[in-house]
């Protein structure tokens, strides 16, 4: 599965990107959330508040009860600021 | 129509070619925003906006077609920049055309209402503190649900 991070998000997980085998526990966007918690103290910090977090799959946005599969493009990122 | 890029663009060439040709169109509506040279308190000297390459275009793209559904419209443009850019810079383009100017100016205020919760994009502004992220506004979610139902159109 494929992991995007964007904004302080990445800043703070390292990274833009990663590939990441999907847990055989991990079934919905809560589950994912807090295996990646324990990836690292860097991951544990950038997720540490879920209210300033977004999830997208596969490009569009998605609650912490919407499950997740193996090829999924998941998408990791603070609330928007455009316009 | 749906345009995410770099470059900066001519307002007035594409408003004439969003209306070009289609004798129906009575008015335009057109919002513009620009980088501001303040952010809070502090003096901001550039802005840096990122995207979500793909997923950007997708929302932008259901955002327009959600307009042409509340309204009778003949054409929407959304044109909206990424990169680096200075105070004054244009950042996004909004532009409606109708037979009536109510629903091209409802339209309008709509789509730069639902653009700015929904399009991936973030801002990251320098200021004489050092960068930093800014922060979504409450207010632009309360703009946001100002348009939720849909309208009977």
């Known amino acids: 599965m494929k992991l995007l991070y964007f904004a302080w998000l990445r800043g703070r997980v390292g990274c833009a990107e990663e590939e990441v085998a999907l847990p055989p526990q991990v079934h919905d966007v809560a589950g994912l959330l807090d ?9 544990a910090e950038a997720l540490r508040n879920l209210g300033l977090v977004r999830v997208a799959i596969n490009q569009d946005y998605v609650g912490l009860g919407h499950p997740v599969r193996e090829g999924d493009e998941v998408a990791i990122f603070p609330p928007v600021t455009g316009g | 129509m749906i345009r995410v890029q770099r470059e900066d663009f001519d307002v007035g060439a594409e ?3 969003l209306v070009a040709g289609n004798p129906r169109i009575g008015g335009v509506a057109s919002f ?5 040279d303040m952010g809070g308190s502090d003096r901001v000297s550039a802005l840096t906006l990122e995207h ?3 997923m950007t275009e997708r929302k ?8 042409h559904c509340r309204w009778p419209l003949d054409a929407v443009l959304v044109i909206h920049r990424y990169g680096r850019l200075k105070p004054g810079d244009r950042i996004v383009l909004v532009a409606t055309a109708s037979p009536h100017r109510e629903a091209a100016l409802a339209a309008c205020h709509f789509l730069i209402d639902w653009l700015k919760t929904e399009a991936p994009f973030w801002k990251s502004e320098e200021t004489p503190a ?3 992220w800014v922060e979504s506004r409450a207010e632009d979610d309360a703009a946001r649900e100002r348009w939720t139902p849909a309208l009977e159109v």
Do not use: F, K, Q, T
Request: proline share 3%; hydrophobic share 35%.
């Open chain 2, 32 to 36: 513009i925003g620009l980088v501001r």
């Open chain 2, 60 to 67: 932008l793209a259901e955002i327009e077609a959600e307009a």
């Open chain 2, 15 to 17: 408003l004439e070619r």
């Open chain 2, 130 to 132: 050092g960068d930093r």
């Open chain 1, 35 to 43: 295996w990646l918690r324990g990836r690292s103290d860097r991951h």
């Open chain 2, 52 to 54: 979500y390459p793909g």
